[in-house]
């Protein structure tokens, strides 16, 4: 990331609020996003990160604040229009249709893409088949094609999620914590997946496995009481610790031990003002 | 649906309508005629299906539509003496209308709700139909028999009252409705309407806009419902009040369910043995209804997804 992008950042918020009668989710946010990085946001639960990329994603109106999406206004786009634009959010609890093959919830995705740039005919099934095969290859599971999307092991439904949101080509990919529930197996594949997908995407990534966090994000935004509370740059973390180890409610203080250091480039993009927390402090000893 | 098979689905469909057409020259008098008849209100059953069985909403205010076809092409032939074809396409423009009007309105609910405000739009256009009595002659309804002019095409003349001609218009525009309805399922658009019907939040977060996806099909659905309308006044030289009822709001529900909700052949097999049920139990006593209705509740105990829905389960995956 240079400067440039840090100036330019694919998505900004600004003063993004959002509460649900008396009681206040997401509360004055600024988070901008350059492209092509992957952000993490951290938090205990109930911090808002949900709701918080919800209202990226369109699924709620926010109260009151702005969405800038490659400077364009974006805040009052219906979901469907978000999703147009290139901001794609995969579900938290996978939201699959249950009862249709892969084939079909994958091709149901890669369609529509295909009707915008040819107009208003339908594209060819041939080129959708394509391209779902493609996809499905992608995420490593190509021989599930017939399968109906219920019948998948969970792990499968992860995937076939990520393939969804892959087949609608995102500018921003939304993961809500997609690791949760996986076999540690299955947590290592994703994150490979993850990290060829951050080559054409920036992706954006709620998730309680620090594991995963550390090994994944360039920056780590901290949620807690609706606010961000901080950015961090994640500190990478030895061979010791065992993966698919799940660290909930680490909010303040995410410091797996035996940490260091490993991606000097991002300090400029600290957030100028924000309080040293200790984590920092640690970075620099 | 498992896996989209155009070119089976194409065979079979052809098959199922040539053995249709080829029925007509082995059938008796009486079953010819039942025939036509079962083709009219399948094709408004297939209008049904398109709503219910792939966008998932479920009207109950759908002989709204039928009737509405019905009665301006009905009102046309017999206020305004026009002969049977431009008073069908009076009936079809009318229908597109009223059909993405009542949808643009309904649509805003879903669920119940939306079970709820057809009904009341339902009730409201057989209101109407008794209201307005100097056109529609009330309860009653009126016949066009006398009114109704043949078919002129080029130098043959066809009389609506033919049973080989009436059986023949049944099947074109039986044929009609199920090719399109097959057509529409396997197109990209089926697909989305599917998708619809199985998780309509999921379909919005893959960036379409379910709204006009579902006015669209509602407007499809109204459409052909009125055209098998139109048909069914011209071919049965009949209008009336009953068939702006709420029990024909519910037939094409029933007859769905039995032949196969979501299946492109379902509504044809559904009102054929509804159909016949009838006819047959009807015959013997006149508690004829107890007896249909315990059929009913077997066959939905044995085959919940109907009889072409448990084909398709058990043997034919591909069948739309």
Redesign the interface.
Known sequence: MDAMAAMNPLLKTQNLSKHFGGLQAVEGVNLDLNEGEIRAIIGPNGAGKTTLVSLLSGRLRPSSGSIHLNQKDITSYSASRKVQSGIVYTFQVTSLFSNLSCYENVALAVQRIKDREDGIWPRRESDIRINVRRILEQVGMPENEDVIAGNLPYGHQRLLEVAMGLAASPQLLILDEPTQGLAESEINHFCGLIRELSDSMTILLIEHNMQVVLELAEQITVMDHAEIRSNQLPLRSGRSSSPGQSAPGTGRNPRPPGTQWSRQDHTAQMPDGSPSSGFRKDCHE | M???A?RKTAMLMAGVLVFLFLLQFILPAYHHSTFSKIMVLASYAVGFNILLGYTGLMSLGHAMFFSTGMYVTGICVYHFGLTGIPALGIGLIITVFVSMLIGAVALRTSGVSFLIVTLMFGQTAFLSVLYFDQFTLGQDGFTLTKELQPLVLGSTSFSYTDPNFKYNAAWLLFAVCLILSNLLIL???G??L??IR??E??????????YLYKLFALTLSGTLSGLAGSVHALLFSYVGATFAEIHHSIAPLLWTLLGGVGTTLGPLVGTGIMHYLIDFTSGWTSAYLLIVGAILVLLVIGAPQGLMGMIRQKWMQWLP
């Open positions: 498992n896996r989209r155009p197109s990209p658009i697909r989305v599917i998708a199985e998780n939040e999921r379909t919005q977060m893959l960036g379409y806009n379910t």
